[in-house]
C-alpha cells in the first residue's frame, strides 16, 4: 500500500509541476495554463490566423499518437498492468507470441481503443485534450476543438492512471458544468457510457480494498461501505450530472441514449447517487425520463430502502409518493396503496425475513435521523402488524413462558424438600479447631440409585442425623421399617414418596419445555436464514440467554440419570440464573417497563461494559501478582491457585478484607505481611 501511495502522489506531483518539467507533454500544455501550443492558440486567436497553430500540430502531435492519430487495440489486461505499474515486471518474463488484434477479437479477450501512446502520457495517465478540457479557458476550449478537428479519435482516450483511472473529457465537461461543451462532445461521438473507476472516484473506506483482475476493466471492491466519498459520484457521466444537478446535461445524456438504469462498481444507479446526495429534484428528472426505482445495489437496497440506510426522511417519504397507487381523492383526503415489497420484513415470496426492508432497517437504526422517521406509514404499519399479528402471538408466549417458569421453579421448591438416598450422599469430615473444609468420602457409590427411581420404592425411608457432642463429625444413618431402636424416633423424618414423584413430574415437564423451545427456535432461525446476528439483534440477549438455560436444563437429565450430584446441581444453578432474564423480553412490550428495560440494555452495553474490563484487569493483574507470593510458600492459605485467588481478590473488592488479611499474615516474608 506504501508503494503505490507514493507512486500515486509522484504523479500528481508531476502533473501539477508541470512547468516544462516531466512528461514531453507538459512541454506543449501544461495545468498552469502554459505552454507552446497555448501561447501559439492565444495568438492565433488575437490575428484570426491558425495557420501556425495547425503547422506545429501536425509537426508535434503525431509522434504522440499511435498510427497517425487511428489508434490501436490495447488488452484490457495491459491496461491493468500499467494502471498498477507492474506492467514492468511482467515485461521481464520471457514473452509468450502476442496475438494479432483480430485474433485477439477473436479469441474474445476485451480491448480497448487506445490514440495517445501510454508511453508518452502524463503524471496520472492524462493527454493533451484531457489537460485542455481541464483547464476550461476559452483559449484552451479552442484548441481541444482543433485537435479534435484533426484527430477525432483523441476523444475516448481515457486517463489511465489509478487514481483518475477512467476519467474522460466528458466527465470533465459534467463537472466543470458546461452544457455547451457537453453537447458538442456527444455530437463528436464520445463515448457516453465510459466508468470512472478511478481511486479518486471510490468511497473513501473502499480505497484499501480495491483489488485489480485483469479480465476486467473496472477494480473489484469489497461490499460494505456507506458510500461516503468526495468525489463518489457513480461512475457514468449520467450519474455525475445528476449528483451535480446538471438538469440540461441530464437530458442531453437520455437522449443520446445514455442508459437511466446504468450500474456502477457498488450496483448503484443514477437514482442511488441522488439518494446519496439527497437531490430530490434528480429524483423526479430521472424518474420522468424512465429511471426505475427497483433496482438493488450490491447491498440489495433499491433507493428507498437506501434512503432508509442514510436517514434521509424527505427523500424516503418523497420516494414513497412516487411509488404509491392514488385510488380515490376528495379534496384533501387520499386513499393510496404502497407496495410493502421494500417496506415491510416479511419476504413477499417465502415469508422469509427481509433484512434490507425499510421497516427493519429504521428500527435498527440508531441515528436521530431514524427517529425522526418512526411515523406516518411506517407507525401506521407496525400499528398493523401488531394488532393482526403479533398482539396475540406476544402474550401468548408470556403466558406460556410464566407457566414454564412456574413450573421449573416449583421443581426447584420441592427439590429443597426432597431427598435423595444415603448412598448417594456424601459424608463430610469437618474439623472443629480449624473450621475449614478436609475431605470428602462417597459412601457405596455403587449402590447410588438416582431420585427418578424412588417412586418405584414401595417402602419409605428414614433418615436420622446424628451429631456428636464434639461436633467433630456429621454422620447420617439408615433405618430400615424392622429396626427396634426407637430411641430417635422423634428425630427420624419420613421422606414421602408423593415429592419424589412431583420432582419427577416437574422436572419431565421442565425437560419437554426446554426441548421444545430449542425446536421452535431452530424454526425460526430457518425463517431468517440462520443468521445468528440479525436473530439475537431481534430478539435481545435475554433471550439467548434463555436459551442456554434450556441447553442446561437438558443437560441436568444425565446428570440425574448418572447421578452426578454436583454437576446436577451447578447445571441447575446456572440454569435458573439464565433463565429469570428472559422476563425482560416480555417486559419490552409494556409503555410503563419497556423504556427502563431498554435503558438497562444501553447501560450495559455502554458504560457497565468497559467497567467491566478495566475492573477485569486489575482484577487479572492482582490475582497473578498474588498467587506468584504464594505459590511456593509451605503454608495454609487461599491462594495457591489462581482461581481461588481470583474469587478471595474479589471478595476483597466487595470490602471483605478479613480471610484476605489473615492469609497475607501467614506468609513468612515479613515485609509482605
Not at 498510427?67 to 491493468?80: A, D, F, P, Q
Not at 438538469?247 to 443514477?270: F, I, M, P, Y
Not at 474439623?431 to 478436609?438: A, G, I, L, R
Not at 414401595?458 to 436420622?464: E, R
Request: glycine share 6%; net charge negative.
Amino acid at each position: 500500500m506504501g508503494n503505490t501511495t507514493s507512486e500515486v502522489a509522484s504523479g500528481v506531483k508531476a502533473q501539477i509541476n508541470s512547468n516544462g518539467q516531466g512528461p514531453e507533454l507538459y512541454r506543449f500544455v501544461n495545468l498552469k495554463g502554459g505552454g507552446e501550443l497555448i501561447d501559439v492558440m492565444r495568438l492565433a486567436n488575437r490575428t484570426k490566423d491558425y495557420t501556425h497553430i495547425d503547422a506545429l500540430i501536425h509537426e508535434h502531435i503525431p509522434k504522440f499518437l499511435y498510427n497517425e492519430g487511428e489508434g490501436k487495440l490495447v488488452t484490457i489486461s495491459e491496461i491493468v498492468k500499467r494502471r498498477n505499474n507492474t506492467f514492468s515486471k511482467v515485461k521481464n518474463l520471457v514473452p509468450a507470441p502476442r496475438p494479432t488484434e483480430e485474433e485477439q477479437q477473436i479469441n474474445g479477450e476485451d480491448t480497448k481503443l487506445v490514440c495517445w501512446d501510454l508511453d508518452l502520457r502524463g503524471g496520472v495517465g492524462e493527454h493533451i485534450l484531457h489537460i485542455c478540457f481541464l483547464s476550461s479557458s476559452p483559449v484552451h476550449s479552442a484548441l481541444a476543438k482543433r485537435l479534435l478537428r484533426y484527430y477525432p479519435r483523441l476523444i475516448d482516450d481515457l486517463y489511465m492512471g489509478d487514481e483518475y483511472y477512467g476519467e474522460n473529457v466528458l466527465h470533465i465537461a459534467i463537472v466543470n458544468e458546461e452544457p455547451a461543451t457537453v453537447k458538442f462532445l456527444l455530437d463528436a461521438g464520445v463515448d457516453f457510457q465510459q466508468r470512472c473507476c478511478g481511486k479518486f472516484f471510490c468511497p473513501e473506506d473502499q480505497k484499501s480494498s480495491r483489488v485489480d483482475n485483469v479480465t476486467k476493466e473496472c477494480p473489484e471492491v469489497s461490499i460494505a461501505t456507506n458510500y461516503d466519498g468526495y468525489c463518489y459520484f457513480g461512475e457514468y457521466p449520467l450519474s455525475f450530472a445528476a449528483v451535480l444537478q446538471q438538469e440540461e446535461s441530464v437530458r442531453l445524456l437520455v437522449a443520446k441514449g445514455a442508459d437511466t438504469n446504468c450500474q456502477d462498481s457498488n450496483g448503484n444507479t443514477a437514482l442511488h447517487m441522488c439518494v446519496i446526495y439527497n437531490r430530490i429534484a434528480m429524483v423526479d428528472l430521472l424518474y420522468e425520463l424512465g429511471a426505475s426505482l427497483d433496482i438493488k445495489n450490491r447491498q440489495g437496497l433499491t433507493p428507498l430502502t437506501l434512503a432508509a440506510v442514510k436517514a434521509r426522511k424527505e427523500m424516503f417519504d418523497h420516494i414513497l409518493q412516487k411509488i404509491r397507487t392514488v385510488y380515490w381523492q376528495y379534496g384533501n383526503v387520499t386513499c393510496a396503496g404502497y407496495p410493502l415489497d421494500d417496506i415491510d420484513t416479511i419476504g413477499k415470496n417465502d415469508g422469509s425475513l427481509n433484512d434490507t426492508s425499510a421497516l427493519n432497517i429504521i428500527v435498527r437504526g440508531e441515528s436521530a435521523g431514524h427517529l425522526d422517521m418512526m411515523d406516518g406509514l411506517i407507525v401506521q404499519l407496525l400499528n398493523e402488524k401488531w394488532r393482526t399479528f403479533i398482539k396475540f402471538k406476544f402474550f401468548q408466549r408470556m403466558a406460556i413462558f410464566t407457566l414454564y417458569f412456574g413450573i421449573c421453579l416449583f421443581g426447584l421448591l420441592v427439590r429443597g424438600y426432597y431427598r435423595v438416598p444415603e448412598t448417594c450422599l456424601y459424608q463430610e469430615i469437618i474439623d472443629k479447631n480449624e473450621n475449614t473444609y478436609k475431605s470428602i468420602i462417597l459412601i457405596n457409590r455403587t449402590e447410588c440409585k438416582c431420585h427418578y427411581a424412588n417412586v418405584l420404592w414401595h417402602k419409605p425411608h428414614y433418615y436420622n442425623n446424628n451429631q456428636t457432642n464434639m461436633n467433630t463429625s456429621l454422620k447420617i444413618n439408615k433405618y430400615d421399617d424392622n429396626d427396634d431402636d426407637d430411641d430417635d424416633g422423634d428425630n427420624a423424618k419420613q421422606i414421602f414418596e408423593p415429592l419424589g414423584l412431583l420432582l419427577n413430574v416437574a422436572d419431565g415437564l421442565s425437560v419437554f419445555g426446554a426441548i421444545m423451545y430449542l425446536l421452535l427456535t431452530v424454526q425460526e432461525l430457518s425463517y431468517q436464514n440462520f443468521q445468528l446476528d440479525s436473530f439475537i439483534y431481534v430478539n435481545d440477549p435475554s433471550r439467548v440467554l434463555f436459551l442456554f438455560s434450556c441447553m442446561l436444563t437438558i443437560g441436568m437429565l444425565p446428570a440425574r440419570l448418572t447421578c452426578s450430584i454436583a454437576a446436577d446441581d451447578i447445571l441447575c444453578v446456572f440454569a435458573i440464573l439464565t433463565r429469570a432474564p428472559y422476563f425482560f423480553f416480555f417486559c419490552r412490550g409494556f409503555r410503563t417497563t419497556g423504556p427502563f428495560v431498554v435503558m438497562i440494555y444501553t447501560m450495559i452495553r455502554g458504560d457497565l461494559l468497559r467497567f467491566c474490563l478495566i475492573f477485569l484487569v486489575f482484577m487479572c493483574g492482582f490475582t497473578q501478582a498474588l498467587h506468584v507470593l504464594f505459590v511456593r510458600i509451605d503454608c495454609e492459605n487461599d491462594f495457591a491457585t489462581v482461581i481461588e485467588t481470583f474469587f478471595h481478590m474479589f471478595c476483597v473488592t466487595l470490602q471483605q478484607v478479613t480471610d484476605a488479611y489473615e492469609n497475607v499474615n501467614r506468609h513468612p516474608i515479613a515485609a509482605i505481611r
